[in-house]
């Protein structure tokens, strides 16, 4: 079973940036950031495939968020730069134990995932 921690949340003006955090515990081969504005559904950022590093995003962050990993700390990062208003929404770490073999554009989609953490707050003012 995959545990799933996160922190780093906050709020910032916009430009500004934030790195959030998530500390995992269990075997996982993907690991994803979604985040989830109210009245909105949940969208997914950005995914990485653990064992080499690859790495995928939204439109809507390319250039501007990074998707990292450390293994021997067994956290994920989310480093989000020039933030702006619309990035505003609870984010939430999430994580997937089996092998997939779909698209790579799949894996910014929640049904992906089996494991997710607890969410923290980001909040971008103008």
């Known amino acids: 079973r995959v545990q799933l921690v996160e922190s780093g949340g906050g709020s910032v003006q916009a430009g500004g940036s934030l790195r959030l955090s998530c500390e995992a515990s269990?075997?996982?081969?993907?690991m994803a950031w979604f985040r989830q504005a109210p009245g909105k559904e949940r969208e997914g950022v950005a995914a990485?495939?653990?064992?080499?590093?690859?790495?995928t995003y939204a439109d809507s962050v390319k250039g501007r968020f990074t998707i990292s990993q450390d293994n021997a700390k067994n956290t994920l990062y989310l480093q989000m730069n020039s933030l702006k208003p619309e990035d505003t929404a609870m984010y939430y770490c999430?994580?997937?134990?089996?092998?997939?073999?779909?698209?790579?554009?799949?894996?910014?989609?929640?049904?992906?995932?089996?494991?997710w953490g607890q969410g923290t707050q980001v909040t971008v003012s103008s």
């Open positions: 990485i495939y653990s064992p080499n590093g690859k790495t």
């Open positions: 269990g075997f996982r081969f993907y």
């Open positions: 999430a994580a997937r134990s089996t092998l997939y073999f779909g698209s790579w554009s799949s894996l910014l989609m929640p049904q992906q995932y089996e494991y």
